[in-house]
C-alpha cells in the first residue's frame, strides 16, 4: 500500500526540560500525519462526522524510541495503512530525521470506525475501503 509523508518541525513546547521531544508528542505527530493522510485524500473528520456519523478512535499503539529528537529539527512522519479490517485500519508510523533520515521513533497504530453518537463498532464505509 501506498505511504503518506508529513513533515513537522519540533518547537520548544514539544520539549522536555534536557531539550528533547517529550516521548508523548510523538504520539501527536503521528496523529497529525494520520490527520493529513485523510485530508489529503479529501476526507475532513469533521465531515465524516457530519455527513456519514462516524469517527476514528485509538484503539491501541505499540511504540519503540529510539533516538531522541531536538528542538528545532524538522522530523518526517510516515503513514503506511498495514492491515485493513471490518471497522479498523492498522498503521505502521515512522519518524524520521529529515536532514539525515535516521529512524527516531516507529510505532504501530489501529484505529477503530466508530458510530458517532454510540461509539459502537461501525464499518468502514466503501468510499473510503476504495481508497486502500
Sequence with gaps: ??????????????????????????????????????????????????????????????????LPARFNAQLDVSVVVQEVGRASLTFRQDITHADDLRLLCSGTVRIACVDADTFRPKPLPDFILKEL
Design 1 to 66: 500500500m501506498t505511504g503518506f509523508q508529513w513533515r513537522v518541525r519540533v518547537y520548544y513546547e514539544d520539549t522536555d526540560s534536557g531539550g528533547v521531544v517529550y516521548y508523548a508528542n510523538y504520539l501527536r505527530f503521528m496523529e497529525r500525519a494520520r490527520t493529513e493522510w485523510m485530508r489529503a485524500r479529501g476526507y475532513e473528520q469533521d465531515w465524516l462526522r457530519a455527513e456519514h456519523g462516524l469517527l476514528f478512535a485509538v484503539r491501541s499503539v505499540h511504540v519503540e524510541y529510539l
